[in-house]
């Protein structure tokens, strides 16, 4: 088990991510309403895929922290995000999948926002053979590890990458 405080670092560099992943994915949105092109369209789907999976991510390091004490910041939600293809223009909202028990800012007619119940079940896990997609490359995310000048220009990214780093260091030779 980590210490709490490391996880809960973590996790706030993981929130950093995902605030920077949006950012991104709002301006290749608003890129792509302005001037439609394929390339445009891949970068958003890039975006997509890896806002959906710092939420996949930020959501495990909560279940897996809740015993030690911690738990995602009041009010933290995770909006609807298309993320296949084919399911519309971006920000229709209608073809992400939800997982069970997420907060949902479509809520409109008052509800909490919680959106639970039998219908709503996980994403299946799908093996990265089957996740390419013609013309993705599996290793678009990080293609960002291999650029220090981009890795330098996204704080959080360089703080995970820093923490993988000291993770994999052998202090035996300092010793």
Known sequence: LQDPEVQKHAAQILRN?????EA?????QELLSR?????VEEQ????????????????????GSAD???RPLEGEVFRSLPTFPGSGRAGSGSGSPQLPGRFSM??????????SGP??????????????????????SDSLFQDLGRLKSRPAHL?????????????????
């Open 17 to 21: 991510m995902l605030r920077q992943e």
């Open 24 to 28: 991104e994915l709002q301006r290749f």
């Open 35 to 39: 001037n439609p092109g394929a390339a």
């Open 44 to 63: 958003l789907e890039g975006a997509r895929r890896r806002v959906h999976q710092l939420q996949l991510k930020i959501l495990q390091e909560s279940q």
């Open 68 to 70: 030690l004490g911690f």
């Open 106 to 115: 479509d809520s409109q007619d008052g509800d909490s926002g919680l959106e």
């Open 119 to 140: 219908e709503r079940l996980p994403p299946p896990i799908i093996g990265p053979e089957e996740d390419c997609e013609p013309g993705y490359s599996n290793n678009e």
């Open 159 to 175: 703080g995970v990458f820093l923490r993988f780093l000291f993770s994999q260091a052998d202090p035996v030779p300092l010793v």
